[in-house]
Nanobody, 128 residues
C-alpha cells in the first residue's frame, strides 16, 4: 500500500496562488492514478482534480477548471496541485489520494470510492 503525505497548504489572500505537493512512498507510484479532493467544514469531501498514471490525462471539477492544474513527477513519486486565482470558497482541507482503478476515466476518478489510499490532509485558507 502506498503512503501519502501532503504539504504546501497555508493562508493566502483571494486572488493568490498556492502549490500543494503530495509525496508517496511504498509501492510503485506509477501504478496509481492520483487525485486531489477537498473538504470544507460541514460539507462532504469533493473531487478537485485527478491525473492518470502516466500524467497524460487530467480531469477537473468545474469549480476549479482553468484555475487549478494537477501534475505529477513519477521520478520523484510526487503529485502537485497548482492553485491560482484562489477564492474564499476554495477554503478547505485538501487531500491527495491514490487509485488502482484499471480504467483511465474521468467519471471513475471523480469517485471517492475508487481511491484506496489517502493522505492526512493540508489546510488551505483563502481570505477575502
Amino acid at each position: 500500500q502506498v503512503q501519502l503525505v501532503e504539504s504546501g497548504g497555508g493562508l493566502v489572500q483571494a486572488g493568490g496562488s498556492l502549490r500543494l505537493s503530495c509525496a508517496a512512498s511504498g509501492r510503485a507510484f506509477s501504478n496509481y492514478a492520483m487525485g486531489w479532493f477537498r473538504q470544507a467544514p460541514g460539507k462532504e469531501r469533493e473531487f478537485v482534480a485527478a491525473i492518470s498514471r502516466s500524467g497524460g490525462n487530467t480531469y477537473y471539477a468545474d469549480s476549479v477548471k482553468g484555475r487549478f492544474s494537477i501534475s505529477r513527477d513519477n521520478a520523484k513519486n510526487t503529485v502537485y496541485l497548482q492553485m491560482n486565482s484562489l477564492k474564499p470558497e476554495d477554503t478547505a482541507v485538501y487531500y491527495c489520494a491514490a487509485s488502482l482503478a484499471s480504467l483511465d476515466s474521468g467519471s471513475i476518478l471523480r469517485q471517492r470510492g475508487m481511491y484506496g489510499a489517502w493522505g492526512q490532509g493540508t489546510q488551505v485558507t483563502v481570505s477575502s
